[in-house]
DNA sequence: GTAATGACCTTGG
DNA sequence: ACCAAGGCCATTA
């Protein structure tokens, strides 16, 4: 243990926290933008480990590519998720984002290497 | 040690 | 356009 997948997983939470405040993004966005677009899957999980990272990390700013919150189930309570995004001015119906492509916020053309 | 699962995405039919 | 399968890699059983 202790190994590169702490880089990993610190560089997810770098992306995460740089998600400006009402903005989301998804899982494979960070996931290309880290070079691993075919480990989305490691972006997930490492959004689970999150919750034991310092500085905390925005993980409800992170949905799925269906803007779908996916990942509600694996917060403090499944409304702490999006009662979050609501406090950010997103709307949130059937736990799913509303305007999610007007406020999905990709690494890759915002922050555009 | 092997097998199955998972906060997903891309590609093929 | 919709449905099915594959891939990726760490964690858990």
Same mark, same amino acid.
């Given at each position: !243990? /202790? /190994?590169?997948? *702490?880089?990993?997983? @610190?560089?997810? &939470?770098?992306?995460?926290? $740089?998600?400006?405040? +009402?903005?989301?993004?998804? &899982? #494979?966005?960070?996931?290309? &933008?880290? #070079?691993?677009? /075919?480990?989305?899957?490691?972006? +997930? &999980?490492? !959004?689970?480990?999150? =919750? =034991?990272?310092?500085?905390?990390?925005?993980? =409800?700013?992170?949905?799925?590519?269906? +803007?779908? $919150?996916? #990942?509600? *189930?694996?917060?403090?309570?499944?409304?702490? !998720?999006? @009662?979050? $995004?609501?406090?950010?001015?997103?709307?949130?119906?059937?736990?799913?984002?509303?305007?999610? /492509?007007?406020?999905?916020?990709?690494?890759?053309?915002? $922050?555009?290497?």
């Amino acid at each position: !243990m /202790k /190994k590169l997948q *702490n880089d990993f997983f @610190e560089q997810v &939470y770098a992306v995460v926290r $740089l998600i400006p405040e +009402g903005r989301v993004t998804s &899982y #494979g966005a960070i996931a290309r &933008y880290l #070079g691993t677009a /075919k480990s989305s899957r490691m972006v +997930g &999980y490492a !959004m689970n480990a999150s =919750h =034991h990272a310092l500085p905390v990390v925005p993980a =409800h700013r992170v949905v799925n590519r269906n +803007g779908l $919150l996916t #990942g509600k *189930n694996h917060f403090i309570t499944i409304t702490a !998720m999006q @009662e979050a $995004l609501e406090s950010e001015q997103i709307k949130i119906v059937n736990d799913e984002v509303i305007a999610f /492509k007007t406020l999905f916020w990709d690494p890759n053309i915002e $922050l555009e290497l």
